[in-house]
């Protein structure tokens, strides 16, 4: 059995942001979909970009 977690959140990631802030931990990964091959490294001027920064 596969463990996932997913959260639909908002799709620019401001909340990832948020997260990461209040917590004081890096995003080392994000999950663009639905399985483990879509997670990404997390990559802060392609944030920058989707968030219009």
Same mark, same amino acid.
Not at 36 to 47: A, R
């Given at each position: 059995?596969?463990?996932?977690?997913?959260?639909?959140?908002?799709e @620019?990631?401001?909340t990832?942001?948020?997260?990461?802030?209040?917590?004081? /931990?890096p995003? *080392?990964?994000?999950?663009?979909?639905?399985?483990y @091959?879509?997670?990404?490294?997390?990559?802060?001027e392609?944030m920058i970009? /989707?968030?219009? *920064?």
């Amino acid at each position: 059995m596969k463990k996932k977690s997913k959260a639909d959140v908002d799709e @620019k990631g401001g909340t990832a942001i948020s997260v990461s802030y209040v917590t004081k /931990k890096p995003i *080392l990964f994000l999950g663009t979909g639905q399985e483990y @091959k879509d997670l990404e490294i997390f990559n802060k001027e392609k944030m920058i970009e /989707k968030l219009g *920064l």
